[in-house]
């Protein structure tokens, strides 16, 4: 299930994955799923329809221009950088996670 979060709690097993990989200066605007292969862990950019997905399925009722925001994964944690600037008073940029996909991004969301 995807889930959010605007600061670190518990270290779900998707988190403890994320641990494993070392994203340097790369950017994942649409976020990012993490593979296994073999003994190593890849990372592998997401595509907008990823983020929509995701978003979707954590906010049924989520802003339709959420899946454009300027909200980004961070690249050396787990994160978000960017905003949420045009969006209603109330909106924040926040790290989803979908645990079973291993899928990785950031959302613009209504969290007044």
């Given at each position: ?9 518990k ?9 494993k ?6 950017r ?7 593979v ?6 890849y ?37 978000c ?25 950031c959302?613009c969301?209504?969290?007044?």
């Open positions: 299930m995807a889930s959010h979060s605007s600061t670190p709690t270290l779900t097993p998707a988190l403890k994955d994320l641990q990989v070392s994203l340097g200066d790369v994942f605007p649409f976020g990012f799923f993490l296994d292969e073999g003994n190593k862990t990372v592998i950019p997401g595509t907008l329809e990823d983020r929509r997905e995701t978003l979707r399925k954590a906010f049924p009722n989520i802003h339709p221009l959420s899946v454009f925001a300027g909200c980004f994964p961070n690249s050396d944690g787990p994160g950088h960017g905003g949420c600037g045009g969006f209603p008073a109330g909106y924040r940029c926040m790290r989803m996670v979908d645990d079973n996909r291993r899928y990785y991004s959302g969301v209504d969290m007044s």
